[in-house]
Nanobody, 125 residues
Framework: QMQLVESGGGSVQPGGSLRLSCAAS????????MGWFRQVPGNERERVAT????????TYSDSVKGRFTISKDIDKNSLYLQMNSLQPEDTAVYFC??????????????????WGQGTQVTVTS
């Protein structure tokens, strides 16, 4: 089993930046495909960014490409999402997720086995 805990959310003005962190416990994130997803009430959960198990393949949704960066630190057993040039439409609850060991990366929330509780990001002037 893996437990995931997100942090770093908050309220920021348009154009600002935030860095989300996801601390994993229960097992190492080495060789684990992971991702960040977000959800607005009434909408389905959507992919923001994903990272392959080897850390060599990243995917981003078109809406965040060029503004957000996903990364991980194996020594700290943590996943990160650097978010720059934030816009009001980025407002959502952001979730960290991980696939089971041996699974490849995926852009679909349904393929992820472990989820954090989410952290709220609000972009407003």
């Amino acid at each position: 089993q893996m437990q995931l805990v997100e942090s770093g959310g908050g309220s920021v003005q348009p154009g600002g930046s935030l860095r989300l962190s996801c601390a994993a416990s229960g097992r190492t994130i080495n060789r684990i495909a992971m991702g960040w997803f977000r959800q607005v009430p009434g909408n389905e959960r959507e992919r923001v960014a994903t990272l392959s198990s080897g850390g060599d393949i990243t995917t981003y949704s078109d809406s965040v490409k060029g503004r957000f960066t996903i990364s991980k630190d194996i020594d700290k057993n943590s996943l990160y999402l650097q978010m720059n040039s934030l816009q009001p439409e980025d407002t959502a609850v952001y979730f960290c997720a991980a696939r089971r060991a041996g699974a490849g990366y995926s852009v679909w929330p349904r393929d992820y086995d472990y989820w954090g509780q989410g952290t709220q990001v609000t972009v407003t002037s």
